[in-house]
């Protein structure tokens, strides 16, 4: 289940594995924003810590720094209310399910902006048509199914399967392949089940295993690559401990993937022709457990390993579902295991 405001802010300050005295008192601005009580307040942070304890990440996003900015994102109630009411009419025209509506209503809600977006979605006032969206809503973009951006037409331009392998497959008869507005590369294939291709035609190193949701590590490579260069357009830190002038090569990224670890890399430039390579693994047994920074590394190599971890720990919550959004079945997933570099998954 997506998070509440105030429970994504949690996340957001808890990130790197302790809350610091920054986060405690940006906590508090959130709850007066949100206009939470006490109560209220603690009952959210109980039914986080519960759901952490359960090893479930619950958040969008990684750090202090960037809760800051989310925070001073939120201001802008005048602005989120324009954008709330435009991603409401965009979800619409997108294909928008039951579950994903009363998930996002429940987020915008908390937020303040529930009836802009219901607006939106239901009672078709004008919005202005936008392919973007100020920072602070992308969790609710995600809970949409919008992703990285708006499609510009709101008729589903017609199409024809294609040839190929198959890198990602849903079994289920409701599930019907579209054109992704998120991932152009990855095409609607011709195939017994719902599933896409890679248009340039390649193949898949091994066989994809039975599952009701299987998708390769490719996919969810290329889904990594899009959101680091996402990031960088948007001026936004790419990675929590670097200095201004060190940048992430988004196209270095590279996925490891060995027994049930899978591992994310990506080149780092330090400035003055000076390049490093820093990576961070998880382990996926029926949940995704991320494995701590080694000992002895460096605070601020420990933030980045961190800021790693919380990008491939997202990905692999947030691929799948927009998958199944993409499919047209309104199902959620559960479990996850990892095999020979696919990812499996039970659809619920």
Partial sequence: MPPTPFEHG?????????????????????????????????????????????????????????????????????????????????????????????????????????????????????AEPIDSWPAALDPLALILGLVFAIPNKSVEPSFELSEGAAFAIIDNPDAKPTLLSWMPGLVPIKHDNCAWGWDEGSMPSNPAPEGDLVYCDSILLSWIKRLIAMRINRQEPVLVGLQENQKVLPSSAKITSEGNKITLSMIVDLGEGKLVQPWASVTIDGDVEPIPAPEGLGENWTGIHNAITAILTNALDNLPRQLLLASGIDSNYRSIRLENGWLTHQIV
């Fill in 10 to 126: 949690l996340a957001l300050a808890w990130s790197d594995g302790a809350l610091s005295r920054d986060g405690a008192i940006m906590l508090e601005v959130l709850q007066k924003q949100l206009g939470l009580s006490d109560a209220e307040r603690a009952e959210q942070e109980q039914n986080w810590l519960s759901d952490i304890s359960k090893n479930e990440r619950r958040s969008f996003g990684d750090g202090d720094k960037v809760l800051r900015q989310w925070l001073e994102g939120l201001d802008d109630r005048k602005n989120l209310s324009k954008y709330a009411q435009s991603m409401g009419k965009a979800a619409l025209e997108v294909g928008l399910s039951k579950t994903a509506w009363k998930d996002a209503y429940k987020f915008a809600d908390g937020l303040g902006i529930g009836d802009e977006l219901a607006n939106g979605v239901w009672l078709e006032k004008e």
